[in-house]
């Protein structure tokens, strides 16, 4: 799996929109830029997965540039329910027997009233 | 609903007595594994399956056994457990092996002491 860098932590207030961008400049042909969200004492948990472009769902978008080298999470109008840890993972959905997930250090999001 | 469901979620034990872990998936999914994660080391795959009878290592093999007799059962085996696998352990499943969107279970906090 391709390596990412994403910044350690961020702060944000209710009611904001936060972005969390993940730099992955080894991202292979097949890959695809998958985030996961995970709350103190629970698993991860699966937000969103793309490609190319945009995606957008009932909880998240993800902005990935034309060259795929990083991509951005956009959580919006945040609440303190998510408060978490957000991981960014790059891998072939279709890839190797084996092929683990590999979680880097994540982004520690605080949001504060 | 679909759901990884591990037990027990809390336990604490001696050095040396033999325990297991129990993790179940309603999804008929093919790739189980199991993870532990320590403050400061991240998620670390421990053990994974591709399916019935086909078990592998991941990067923290030693300590643990796994046993892969039904699809939906992927138990986690400590049979001489020691202090430092004090950890905080999680099941996942996903359709297929490499698949980058797995589910997690709720995780098995595990204290030996």
């Known amino acids: 799996l391709a390596k990412t860098t994403q910044p350690i932590s961020m702060d944000s207030y209710e009611g904001q929109e936060v972005n969390i961008t993940c730099s992955h400049n080894n991202i292979a042909t097949n890959d695809y830029i998958t985030w996961y969200q995970q709350f103190p004492s629970q698993g991860p948990r699966f937000i969103i997965q793309?490609?190319?472009t945009k995606v957008t769902n009932e909880v998240a978008s993800l902005f990935i540039p034309a060259d795929r080298k990083s991509s951005t999470l956009s959580l919006p109008r945040v609440s303190l329910s998510d408060t978490a840890v957000y991981y960014c993972l790059v891998g072939d959905p279709r890839g190797a027997a084996g092929n683990k997930l590999t979680f880097g250090g994540g982004t520690r999001v605080l949001v504060k009233p | 609903e679909a759901q990884v469901t591990q037990n027990p979620r809390y336990l604490i034990t001696v050095t040396g007595k033999k325990l297991t872990v129990t993790c179940s998936q309603n999804m008929n999914h093919e790739y189980m594994s199991w993870y532990r994660q320590d403050p400061g080391l991240g998620l670390r795959q421990i053990y994974y399956s591709m399916n019935v009878e086909v078990t592998d290592k991941g990067d923290v093999p030693e300590g643990y056994k796994v046993s892969r007799k039904e699809k939906r059962n992927f138990p986690l085996i400590l049979e001489s457990p020691s202090p430092n696998q004090t950890s905080l352990y999680f099941c996942?499943?996903?359709?297929?092996?490499?698949?980058?969107?797995?589910?997690f279970g709720q995780g098995t906090r595990l204290t030996v002491v």
């Open positions: 793309g490609y190319k």
């Open positions: 996942a499943s996903s359709f297929s092996p490499g698949n980058t969107e797995a589910f």
